[in-house]
């Protein structure tokens, strides 16, 4: 079946624009991840969104920063007024969400969106 | 401390040499324990999950020590294939998962 897909594979803009950043999980996959991974860096978690429940956004690095999620399925990352410090690889990742102790949802990760700042 | 360390390599290994990665672990109410693979310009993937009697799967070996929250993923006999970085990753979440990745262990393998 089809994995997680995100687009643009690239996106270079100048410094100060907006960008919109979209994912599409898993179909029936109910969680929804985001991450940012630097050159050099490892995965670094942005937001998270489960079901219905209100996203935790304890990663987002500023109020530049914001992500919604469309009837529990697609989502879109937006950056405003871009810096040269978000360039980075953003990741968006899904899973199954499943709840309960101990329960592991692995985490099916899209292709990642390439954001150059110049 | 940073939450999730590695040892970022890189590591250089002839083809059917044995290597060990390690990692170690800060938040001691950490629940799970995952290994990923992430492949030059690619996305990471699962390549197992760690469990604490130690599993193994085929040429891959991963061991969890609770009490030193330390982590450990051995391959035996490498391929040119296993060239990648190696994630250390850990989900102090129970239940829905929230994972912190180290910035990984890269492994070279040459002919």
């Known amino acids: 079946g089809a994995g997680v897909s995100q687009s643009p594979s690239n996106k270079v803009t100048e410094k100060g624009k907006d960008v919109e950043l979209r994912c599409d999980p898993i179909?029936?996959?109910?969680?929804l991840y985001w991450y940012r991974q630097s050159l050099g860096q490892g995965l670094e978690f942005l937001i998270y969104?489960?079901?219905?429940?209100?996203?935790?956004k304890s990663g987002l690095p500023s109020d530049r920063f914001s992500a919604e999620r469309t009837g529990g399925s697609v989502s879109t990352l937006t950056i405003q007024r871009t810096q040269q410090e978000d360039s980075a690889v953003y990741l968006c990742a899904s899973s199954l969400g499943l709840a309960g102790e101990g329960a592991w949802n692995e985490q099916f990760f899209g292709p990642g969106t390439r954001l150059t700042v110049l | 401390r940073k939450e999730v360390e590695q040892d970022p390599g890189p590591f250089n290994v002839p083809e059917g040499a044995t290597v060990a990665f390690n990692c170690t672990y800060s938040?001691?109410?950490?629940?799970?324990f995952f290994w990923y693979r992430q492949d030059c310009r690619k996305e990471p993937k699962l390549l197992m999950s760690?469990?604490?009697s130690g599993n193994e799967d085929g040429r891959f070996t991963a061991q969890l020590n609770r009490a030193s929250q330390y982590i450990s993923l051995l391959i035996r006999d490498s391929k040119l294939s296993d060239s990648a970085t190696y994630l250390c990753?850990?989900?102090?979440?129970?239940?829905?998962?929230?994972?912190?990745f180290g910035k990984g262990t890269m492994l070279l393998v040459s002919p």
């Open positions: 760690v469990y604490s």
């Open positions: 969104f489960q079901g219905n429940s209100a996203p935790d």
């Open positions: 990753v850990v989900n102090t979440n129970s239940g829905y998962s929230t994972l912190t």
């Open positions: 179909s029936g996959h109910t969680a």
């Open positions: 938040n001691s109410a950490s629940q799970s």
